[in-house]
């Protein structure tokens, strides 16, 4: 089957936002967890409601054929 829209590339921005809290996540850099004490890594709840905001975003963008933030830098 021919792939009709390449998300990987037309959201890349969006998606790069997403990995970099993964990364951040997988990292350990959680504010309050292992004695951390930054809160600008921001705590597992914050983390979970960026990332929760992150991909509903995507998937309206995507569902409804919306412009990506690299469309709009252009």
Do not use: W
Not at 8 to 18: C, D, F, N
Not at 28 to 41: K, V
């Amino acid at each position: 089957m021919e792939k009709v829209l390449n998300v990987s590339a037309k959201y890349a921005a969006e998606i790069a936002g997403i990995k970099a809290v993964l990364k951040e996540l997988e990292s350990g850099r959680i504010y309050g967890f292992n004695g951390n004490c930054t809160p600008a890594d921001g705590s597992l709840e914050t983390n979970v409601d960026v990332l929760t905001a992150q991909l509903k975003d995507l998937l309206d963008k995507i569902e409804y054929g919306k412009a990506s933030r690299c469309d709009n830098e252009h």
